[in-house]
């Protein structure tokens, strides 16, 4: 079945430093969802990505979705304490979102 | 237009006993999943329902875990003879469209969660 993969795991910075997260798919996505989930809470929809090649920009935030639709990362820069928390991204084919298992970020003022 | 609710937000049971989870979309969406959570991993897909439809049950235990979603009323994820290992939080989203649809917005509104103990 279609597997996601998220990278890196853990990631730890200092505040001011940038983020960046890669997912990757077994199989070609239809699209490509970002969520974000603090400690404690749910997952909170970010984004989502279509189109090949698509980049989105969210304030520090940009989203970008690999040519061949197989691919994306998140790269936030100058990270703030307010960006604690797991990202996850999820695509989808046609089935159901398939999540990857999250790069969780912590910032160190 | 309130959000998706999920109740309860913490329920504890023993071993043998049975869990009921609710969850209530979003105004006007129909399309309903439940996901398990463990502490420090990934959302992992259950079930997807659409109004009276189970649609994909494909990551659901084919044993002991039910789920429904009646024309009236919220999703119920029942889960019988609970066992220790069935500690998690289990979320609920809704969508307003179904997977698939491509190029169309299918986000997906997550409830708070269910964080489910068994002792």
């Known amino acids: 079945g279609q597997q996601v993969m998220q990278i890196p795991q853990y990631q730890h910075v200092q505040e001011g430093e940038d983020f960046t997260t890669y997912c990757n798919s077994s199989?070609?996505?239809?699209?490509i969802q970002w969520y974000k989930q603090r400690p404690g809470g749910h997952p909170v929809f970010l984004i989502q990505?279509?189109?090949?090649?698509e980049v989105k920009k969210q304030k520090r935030l940009t989203f970008q979705f690999g040519e061949a639709k197989k691919n994306s990362s998140l790269h936030i820069t100058a990270t703030q304490t307010t960006d604690v928390g797991t990202y996850f991204c999820?695509?989808?084919?046609?089935?159901?979102?398939?999540f990857g298992k999250g790069t969780r970020l912590s910032v160190i003022a | 237009n309130a959000g998706v609710m999920q109740n309860p937000r913490h329920l504890v049971r023993r071993r043998g006993q049975e869990a009921r989870l609710r969850c209530s979309p979003m105004?006007?969406?129909?399309?309903v999943y439940w996901y398990r959570q463990l502490p420090e991993e990934g959302l992992k897909f259950m079930v997807y329902?659409?109004?009276?439809?189970?649609?994909?049950e494909s990551g659901m235990p084919k044993e002991r875990f039910s789920a429904e979603f009646p024309k009236e009323g919220p999703s119920i994820l029942r889960i019988q003879q609970v066992v220790r290992g069935d500690s998690a939080a289990y979320f609920c989203?809704?969508?307003?469209?179904?997977?698939?649809?491509?190029?169309?917005?299918?986000?997906?509104?997550f409830g708070p969660g269910t964080r489910l103990t068994v002792l």
């Open positions: 989203a809704s969508s307003p469209t179904g997977p698939g649809l491509a190029g169309g917005r299918n986000e997906q509104f």
């Open positions: 199989t070609t996505l239809s699209n």
């Open positions: 990505l279509v189109k090949s090649g």
């Open positions: 999820a695509g989808s084919g046609n089935t159901p979102l398939v």
């Open positions: 105004k006007g969406h129909s399309h």
């Open positions: 329902l659409q109004k009276e439809n189970i649609i994909d």
